[in-house]
T-cell receptor, first 112, second 116 residues
Framework: KQEVTQIPAALSVPEGENLVLNCSFT??????LQWFRQDPGKGLTSLLL?????REQTSGRLNASLDKSSGRSTLYIAASQPGDSATYLC???????????FGTGTRLKVLA | NAGVMQNPRHLVRRRGQEARLRCSPM?????VYWYRQLPEEGLKFMVY????????ESGMPKERFSAEFPKEGPSILRIQQVVRGDSAAYFC??????????????FGEGSWLTVV
């Protein structure tokens, strides 16, 4: 069964901290992995997309890494801000399919 | 802004009624996906459609649920005879070509269905 586990489930940090969100997945035959942000009552915004041939992607204060052999991805957020407060979802796509497999997310709260 | 548009955003239905959720993909996108997010659970794939064709409906419940993406107009997710367990957020997403070709998927804001 394909699964995604995200740890921690919830995280509360003071503003300015660097933090790491973890995602582990069970299928090594992934095609790509995406990190999304979801605000309460809102849809999903794609933050970073990592193809299976890549090891990391960066966008501004965000950096995502992918280690297929260990089935892990991390999202690193530098210098966190209150506006970063949201739920962060990790999802992967297996080769030859169209279905993203989602984790249940990490609820992040950055305190001013 | 030609993002993925879903309506209604919030829908309340009594048990036994029908719910119709509509999704207009981004301009130029012909691939539509529906996902469901149950309370405290991750998003689960339901169905993948291209214009006039259902490509993969392996995530759809066998009964009461149907989806279509006609040649003209939005994609429709239809739930007949709703039950309390159907209460969830239903997200539509679109891409210009299949996501297995490496294209980014864009999500709408979701339709929140509450069955009372």
């Amino acid at each position: 069964k394909q699964e995604v586990t995200q740890i921690p489930a919830a995280l509360s940090v003071p503003e300015g901290e660097n933090l790491v969100l973890n995602c582990s997945f069970t299928d090594s035959a992934i095609y790509n992995l995406q990190w999304f942000r979801q605000d309460p009552g809102k849809g999903l915004t794609s933050l970073l997309l990592i193809q299976s041939s890549q090891r990391e992607q960066t966008s501004g204060r965000l950096n995502a890494s992918l280690d297929k052999s260990s089935g892990r991805s991390t999202l690193y957020i530098a210098a966190s801000q209150p506006g970063d407060s949201a739920t962060y979802l990790c999802a992967f796509l297996t080769s030859g399919t169209y279905k993203y497999i989602f984790g249940t997310g990490t609820r992040l709260k950055v305190l001013a | 802004n030609a993002g993925v548009m879903q309506n209604p955003r919030h829908l309340v239905r009594r048990r036994g009624q029908e719910a119709r959720l509509r999704c207009s993909p981004m301009k130029g996108h012909s691939h539509v996906y529906w996902y469901r997010q149950l309370p405290e659970e991750g998003l689960k794939f339901m169905v993948y459609l291209q214009k006039e064709n259902i490509i993969d409906e392996s995530g759809m419940p066998k009964e009461r649920f149907s989806a279509e993406f006609p040649k003209e107009g939005p994609s429709i997710l239809r739930i007949q005879q709703v039950v309390r367990g159907d209460s969830a957020a239903y997200f539509c997403a679109s891409s210009s070509t299949g996501v297995d070709a490496g294209n980014t998927i864009y999500f709408g804001e979701g339709s929140w269905l509450t069955v009372v």
